[in-house]
């Protein structure tokens, strides 16, 4: 077993598979194991960070209660992947003209797909947005976030072709619920904090404010994140469509490309689970689920490697393995931290943008991935290793 620290200090101990991890990290743990409802242990993965109210790299399980930012604000994001029919030397001399096609196919930040020709139009989840337990002017937005389904977003959301060590060539992409996702836990997380209010809880942080199981607050809550994470999963399986499409014109054709494996996890999520012969809620924000035999996505950061894993079901991490690298630096830090030299040294070989835009997004504001995946061994194995060659960032 790889944990490498324990915290005692609450009222449930702390394990954590890294000393890598900050003391504002560490009070934000300890304000968690304090709480009443936190089931056995926390769990924290190795590329854990600062987070908001809880850490990124935070497996949490609890017993009557589910706590908002343990899940973190993008519902459902996670990550999803395609290993293709194709190779290396098959792709290198249109990557170029391959990047300027997907980024013309799939919107990237603030962008859309316009009405008449978004994807996602006839997504089945759609028939049930009307039962979301949001206001009438979010509900009114139907139309948006139908045009946002199939779109990569911003941030650290990206999309890139990647070869393994056999020369094949792979789709990854990472987004998650967009705008809906967000709306959706920034009005449950104001609700909690109004319960907490209302039922005189103090807590360490406010950002910590949960739902009991037994209210309405909390049914209606389950309801709406079940729903995002479903939308969440649907918009990485469009995008993967769309990639896809535009790799069979670019390099065959037209003709539809073999699909030797698949794979599409969240990392940001809740759910409810059996550990310890006990069924709990596990909220895992930054983390994937590694069950014996689960297929997962760990991706590094643009020009460094990534992962694809099989879990081993490791009970103490609540069969849980980290989402990446994490962040050692604060987006701010990287901007004022890297210059121009910085981004052609650290993202060379890679087709992508070569501006001040990705500063904050550089290998070097990130954890060294290979010290992430030594830190883990035992909660997965590597399958592949995967070097990109393109990356389109939000």
């Known amino acids: 077993m790889t944990i490498k620290k324990v915290l005692t200090?609450?009222?449930?101990?702390v394990k954590i598979w890294t000393e890598d991890i900050e003391p504002e990290a560490e009070q934000q743990l300890i304000n968690l194991s304090t709480l009443p409802f936190v089931f056995k242990h926390v769990s924290v993965m190795p590329d854990v960070?600062?987070?908001?109210?809880?850490?990124?790299?935070?497996?949490?399980?609890?017993?009557?209660?589910?706590?908002?930012?343990?899940?973190?604000?993008?519902?459902?994001?996670?990550?999803?992947?395609?290993?293709?029919?194709?190779?290396?030397n098959q792709v290198r001399e249109k990557i170029k003209e391959l990047r300027h096609s997907i980024e013309r196919s799939i919107?990237?930040?603030?962008?859309?797909?316009?009405?008449?020709?978004?994807?996602?139009?006839?997504?089945?989840?759609f028939l049930s947005f009307e039962q979301l337990t949001i206001p009438t002017r979010v509900l009114n937005d139907k139309q948006k976030y139908k045009n946002q389904l199939g779109t990569l977003g911003g941030g650290n959301h990206f999309i890139e072709i990647c070869l393994d060590t056999d020369n094949r060539v792979w789709v990854m992409l990472h987004s998650g619920s967009r705008n809906i996702g967000k709306?959706?836990?920034?009005?449950?997380?104001?609700?909690?904090?109004?319960?907490?209010?209302?039922?005189?809880?103090?807590?360490?942080?406010?950002?910590?404010?949960?739902?009991?199981?037994?209210?309405?607050?909390?049914?209606?809550?389950?309801y709406d994140v079940?729903?995002?994470?479903?939308?969440?999963?649907?918009?990485?399986?469009?995008?993967?469509?769309?990639?896809?499409?535009?790799?069979?014109?670019?390099?065959?054709?037209?003709?539809?490309?073999?699909?030797?494996?698949?794979?599409?996890?969240h990392h940001n999520y809740v759910e409810l689970e059996n550990h310890y012969g006990t069924n709990v809620y596990i909220t895992r924000k930054g983390a994937i689920r590694a069950r014996s035999n689960d297929l997962g996505i760990i991706p590094g950061s643009m020009g460094t490697r990534s992962?694809?894993?099989?879990?081993?079901?490791?009970?103490?991490?609540?069969?849980?393995?980290?989402?990446?690298?994490?962040?050692?630096?604060?987006?701010?830090?990287a901007r004022n931290t890297f210059?121009?030299?910085?981004?052609?040294?650290?993202?060379?070989?890679?087709?992508?943008?070569?501006?001040?835009?990705?500063?904050?997004?550089?290998?070097?504001?990130?954890?060294?991935?290979?010290?992430?995946?030594?830190?883990?061994?035992?909660?997965v194995t590597v399958l592949y290793e995967l070097k990109q060659l393109l990356c389109i960032k939000g």
């Not at 200090?9 to 101990?13: A, C, E, H």
């Not at 919107?107 to 989840?125: C, I, M, V, Y």
């Not at 449950?188 to 739902?211: G, N, S, T, V, Y």
Request: proline share 3%; hydrophobic share 35%.
């Open 226 to 265: 079940q729903w995002a994470q479903s939308y969440a999963m649907e918009n990485r399986r469009l995008m993967l469509e769309l990639v896809m499409k535009d790799l069979s014109y670019t390099f065959n054709n037209g003709q539809p490309l073999s699909r030797l494996l698949e794979v599409n996890c």
């Open 9 to 13: 200090s609450g009222r449930v101990p």
């Open 49 to 88: 960070h600062l987070g908001a109210g809880a850490c990124i790299g935070t497996v949490l399980a609890t017993k009557g209660a589910i706590i908002l930012s343990s899940i973190g604000s993008d519902i459902g994001c996670g990550m999803a992947a395609i290993k293709t029919n194709l190779f290396g």
């Open 307 to 333: 992962y694809i894993v099989q879990g081993k079901g490791e009970m103490e991490s609540y069969c849980s393995s980290s989402h990446g690298a994490g962040r050692r630096m604060s987006r701010t830090k």
């Open 339 to 379: 210059k121009e030299e910085d981004i052609l040294s650290q993202t060379e070989g890679v087709e992508c943008k070569k501006d001040n835009s990705i500063l904050d997004e550089l290998p070097g504001a990130y954890k060294s991935i290979e010290s992430v995946m030594a830190n883990q061994e035992d909660l």
């Open 107 to 125: 919107p990237t930040g603030f962008n859309a797909h316009k009405s008449e020709r978004a994807p996602g139009l006839d997504w089945q989840g």
């Open 183 to 222: 709306t959706l836990a920034d009005i449950h997380l104001k609700k909690a904090q109004e319960l907490m209010k209302q039922f005189f809880i103090e807590l360490p942080d406010k950002e910590l404010a949960f739902l009991p199981q037994g209210t309405n607050e909390f049914d209606n809550f389950l």
